[in-house]
Every structure is written in C-alpha cells, then in structure tokens.
C-alpha cells in the first residue's frame, strides 16, 4: 500500500522559513517524478515544484527564487525548503509521487 505522510507545516510570520517533509513508503522510489503542490482556501490546486528522478527542478513562478526541492532517494523523501514566506503562501501543501498524493499539511503565514 503506497502512503505519502507531509510533515513540517505550520504557522509562520511573513518572512519566515518553514521546511516540509515528504516521507514515502510502499512505492519504488527513485524512477518517479516528485512534486509539491498547494491548495489555498477557495483555489484550485496548483503545482508549487516537481523533480525528476535525475534530479532536476521545476518551480511555478511564484515561488521561483524562495522555495527549493530536494529529494533523497536512499530515504524515500522528499523536502520543499521555503523561506521568505508571504501570506499569499497560506495553503495546505501536498506531497505528490507518481500519480499519488498525500493528505497534506497546512501552512499559515501571517502578516
């Protein structure tokens, strides 16, 4: 049974950092793309970053420049740093592997 855990959101001042963790279990790993995606109250979901399985990232516009993705393929993880939080980050974050999803962890910025 293939289970995705986010862990690492919170509330946080504008300006913070926050990193979120992706903890992956009963899938093989390394051959996946990975992402982070995030649904704000009201909004669709839309993706935040992805990574390939070689390693490479891809970051939606908004967060270019703040937020970085990594992935540890020996640990089955994948992490999104994000610093210089701005309110408009406020979402509950989602881990994404393959074509599953996580249940998501809920990040607050407060101005």
């Known amino acids: 049974q293939v289970q995705l855990v986010e862990s690492g959101g919170g509330l946080v001042q504008a300006g913070g950092s926050l990193r979120l963790s992706c903890a992956a279990s009963?899938?093989?790993?390394?051959?996946?793309?990975m992402g982070w995606y995030r649904q704000a109250p009201g909004k669709q979901r839309e993706m935040v970053a992805t990574?390939?399985?070689?390693?490479?990232?891809n970051y939606a516009d908004s967060v270019k420049g703040r937020f970085t993705i990594s992935r540890d393929n020996a640990k089955k993880m994948v992490y999104l740093q994000m610093n210089s939080l701005k309110p408009e980050d406020t979402a509950v974050y989602y881990c994404?592997?393959?074509?599953?999803w996580g249940k998501g962890t809920l990040v607050t910025v407060s101005s």
């Open positions: 990574i390939t399985s070689g390693g490479s990232p």
């Open positions: 994404k592997v393959g074509v599953y």
């Open positions: 009963g899938i093989f790993f390394g051959i996946n793309v």
